[in-house]
Every structure is written in C-alpha cells, then in structure tokens.
C-alpha cells in the first residue's frame, strides 16, 4: 500500500456495526500533520463488521459478522485505492464473532464472543479464509452469574513466532493459550485470573518477556511474565484502569502498546477515558497512570500511532483525534473527528 500511503497521509479502515445494506466498512485517511481526517470509502454486504485486520503486506482485510449465525470474510485490498473486493465469507460455526488474528504463516484466528469457542482458518492461493482447520469449545462459567454464566471467548492472539496462541475467556476468567505447531488448537495451558475479572485482550511485548490483559469486569490491566519457549504467563501485577475515587460502572475494552513499547493505553467505557501506564522495561511492571478525558464517549477501539491517537466512539458516532507526545506518550484532544455510525475498530494500513 506504500503507493497510497505517503508519509503525510495514512490510511486506515474503521469497522462498524451496520445493517447489510449499509456501508459497515470505512476507508478513511488521516493527516499526518495537521490530525484531520476524510472519509474515502466504504463498503456494504457485511452485517456488524464489528472487528478488522489487515495482513502484513496490505494486500487483505478480514471482518468478523458479528451476529447470531457468525461468520468471517475475506477481502482484497487495491493497492491504488483501498477499495475492497469480497474473495470469500464462511462460517464460525457459532455466535458472535468479535476479534480477529493472523500469525503470518498461513492461519486466520476467530474468537466466538456467545458460542465460547475459537476457530483456526487456513488461507488459500488468494489469501481468503478458505478451509476450517480446527475449532475448540470453551465449557464453564465464572463468578458473576449475569456476565459469566458461560464461556465467552472475547479475543484470541497468536506470538510472534506463530508457536503459541492466546485466549481470553472473560466468561471463565482465563487465559487459555494453545500449541499451534500441528496445525491445529492443542491446549498448552490457562491461567486463573481473579473471580470477576472477564479477561478481554491482550497482548506481548515486543521484546518477548512481559505480556499484558485488561480486564473488563473489575477494570484492570494485568501483567504477566512471559515465557516465549514454554507459553507460560506468571502474573507479576494488577492495576486499576480507572482512578481509586471512580465509584461509576466502567468496561475496559481495548488494550495498546506504542510504537516503542514504553506505555501501554487501555480504554475505559463508563469512565469514558484512555488511561495510560509507563511500561517499567526492566519489571514489566507498569507505573505512573495517567487519564484523557474529553472527547470521549463508549471507546471501543483505538490505534495508538506515533504523533497521533484514533479512538473509535462507539455510541459517540465518531472517530476522535488525540495528538500523542512520543516523548511521554501524553494525549492531547484535537479539534479533528470524523462522523462514523457505531464505530467499532480501528485498522491502520
């Protein structure tokens, strides 16, 4: 996509939740200077493209259908404008499909929010989810009895050596992670993570040693050792995402490092926030949280990019700009935005 990505613009794909009818998919493109955003395109056919992501060479998107009878589809991306062609659509097998991963060799993960289970896709010559390698159910329930009365896988992400891959259930309050090697979803192992927590995302370090889950029941981050041969996660720490004198209902939601690693944002739905933490690169440990405010309204999603921030407002209707300072990765509101239905995912290219 470098053809149409010069180093004053970028672009990026905003997923929705939209009528079939509707445009759910959106091209939209920043300015890298000035923080203003354009809509460029869209694209209807899908019901609830609720979750996206684009493989490494931006030549593919891949949406979830995000209703009752789930389902994954699979787009071409042209290099001269971004438009999208359908090459396929298949089913999840389940209900309610709400993230999406790639491990770079070949394979497609989806996470089942109603059902509970995952699914493993192999992609064919054209790069579409073609063929249903593997599918594991998730059985159990958690502690609260209106949020965990079964399992919810709500997101499912592979390492970076497409060794191991990660899933939180937030229906079981773990992370249950997977040996990828024979091409399948073998069961490696699962951590506990305290009754209530409802694990949402998460993510590695780059530098392969800590990893971090935020929590969308008792709003926390939790960091993790890492052990990049064995799987294993050891939980170092929790911290809160939402300030100690918050007595309000909050959701945590999405989980982000920046470019350098050296602080993690998370967002707060009810709290109506980005918090963000200074990664301690020695301990993993993170410190010093920090609250933006304004603008802000059910953040589902955000990118975190170098000099500037999207979030996604969902019940906002719009994409809110945030000029972020590399240096202390502090957040300042812009007067940019871009009017967009329920917005739901951010995708840059």
């Not at 709500?154 to 990828?180: E, K, M, T, W």
């Not at 009810?270 to 309204?297: F, Q």
Request: hydrophobic fraction near 35%; charged fraction near 20%.
């Amino acid at each position: 996509m470098n053809n149409i990505n010069r180093d004053d613009k970028l672009l990026f794909y905003v997923g929705s939740y939209a009528e079939e009818s509707n445009d759910g998919i959106h091209l939209c493109e920043l300015d890298n200077n000035t923080g203003a955003l354009q809509l460029l395109h869209g694209a209807s056919g899908i019901k609830n493209p609720s979750f996206l992501v684009v493989n490494q060479d931006h030549t593919r998107l891949y949406a979830v259908s995000e209703q009752s009878e789930g389902a994954v589809f699979s787009y071409e991306i042209d290099r001269e404008n971004g438009k999208l062609t359908q090459l396929a659509r298949i089913s999840t097998e389940g209900a309610d499909p709400c993230h999406l991963s790639l491990d770079g060799r070949g394979s497609l993960y989806a996470a089942n929010y109603s059902s509970g289970h995952v699914n493993r896709y192999v992609l064919d010559e054209r790069g579409a989810a073609a063929e249903l390698a593997a599918l594991v159910q998730h059985v159990g329930q958690g502690f609260r009895e209106d949020r965990q009365e079964a399992a919810h896988a709500h997101s499912i992400v592979p390492d970076a050596n497409g060794r191991y891959a990660y899933v939180c259930d937030l229906g079981l309050d773990q992370i249950i992670y997977y040996d990828l090697s024979e091409g399948k979803l073998t069961t490696a192992g699962e951590v506990e993570l305290p009754p209530g927590s409802g694990p949402r995302h998460f993510l590695i370090h780059p530098n392969g040693e800590y990893a971090y889950a935020i929590n969308e029941l008792n709003s926390t981050i939790t960091v993790f050792a890492y052990n990049r041969i064995q799987g294993h996660l050891e939980i170092l720490q929790h911290v809160s995402t939402v300030p100690e004198d918050f007595g309000g209902e909050n959701y945590p939601a999405d989980l982000h490092l920046s470019p350098d690693g050296r602080y993690v944002y998370g967002s707060n739905r009810g709290h109506d926030s980005i918090v963000k933490l200074t990664v301690n690169l020695e301990t993993g440990a993170l410190e010093t949280p920090e609250w933006t405010c304004g603008r802000i309204n059910w953040p589902r999603n955000f990118a975190v990019l170098e000099r500037f921030v999207l979030i996604a407002n969902q019940n906002g209707d719009d994409i809110a700009v945030f000029r972020r300072d590399p240096a202390t990765g502090g957040l300042t509101a812009t007067e940019h935005g871009l009017a967009l239905k329920q917005p739901s995912c951010i995708a840059p290219l």
